[in-house]
């Protein structure tokens, strides 16, 4: 399985809302990034788990908290975002550079836009 | 920034014809990754080349790689419409564990016309 599965594919909140985007992996990759990307734009890092530790935080503003409760699993909570919140949230998970491998597999994003 | 560029912006082209875009990055590099993302989805990886190799083939893809120069292009022979999509160039800052930051490149938009 060489699959990153992101939910929702997408969503719209509130100013005032709390939600959370979620990202899956079952090929026992040990590091998992989220990015935001902007229209026309490439990819923003914002944090990396290395072995479900918080290994990378590029400055994020605390309305987006990250989570990592296993391996597999990648959470981004979201809360009082502002409309220039409004991205495509990527998740992508990687083996690791001690294997000799640098490739990121990629979830297909999700679409969110704060209203 | 560490951001590297790539040209051309956008390039659109005949099926059949070839497309080569170009990448330059500005620090020194383990290995150099190509990826593609089709419109609004997630990227797909496409092809590594470690600094130690000047080129490297895959099916319709060829990348070169000048480390004095710090550059890199990709050549996607016979196009075809469904290869439209943006392309990114990307550099490996590795960080120990298991933690690798790429720093992307500006992309390249291919439109393929049938």
């Known amino acids: 399985d060489t699959e990153v599965t992101q939910t929702p594919k997408h969503l719209v909140m509130g100013m005032t809302n709390k939600k959370s985007l979620k990202c899956e992996q079952h090929m026992g990759h040990r590091a998992m990034y989220w990015y935001k990307q902007k229209a026309k734009k490439p990819p923003e890092l914002m944090f990396v788990?290395?072995?479900?530790?918080?290994?990378i935080n590029e400055s994020v503003p605390s309305r987006f908290s990250p989570e990592c409760p296993n391996s597999s699993l990648l959470n981004l909570h979201l809360h009082a975002l502002q409309p220039e919140d409004s991205a495509l949230y990527l998740c992508?998970?990687?083996?690791?550079?001690?294997?000799?491998?640098?490739?990121?597999?990629f979830g297909p994003g999700t679409r969110l836009t704060v209203t | 920034s560490q951001q590297g560029e790539e040209d051309p912006q956008a390039l659109s082209i005949q099926e059949g014809e070839n497309a080569t875009m170009n990448c330059s990055y500005k620090?020194?590099?383990?290995?150099l990754q190509w990826y593609r993302q089709n419109s609004g989805r997630g990227l797909v990886h496409l092809i590594l080349?470690?600094?130690?190799?000047r080129e490297k083939h895959s099916g319709r893809l060829r990348v070169t790689l000048d480390t004095s120069k710090k550059s890199s292009s990709l050549l996607i022979t016979a196009s075809r419409a469904a290869d439209t999509a943006s392309y990114f160039c990307a550099t490996v800052l590795p960080y120990g564990g298991a933690t690798n930051k790429l720093i992307f490149g500006t992309g390249t938009l291919l439109a393929v016309q049938p």
């Open positions: 620090t020194s590099i383990n290995n």
């Open positions: 080349i470690r600094s130690n190799e």
């Open positions: 788990y290395s072995y479900e530790k918080l290994s």
């Open positions: 992508a998970s990687s083996q690791g550079g001690g294997t000799g491998r640098y490739e990121q597999y």
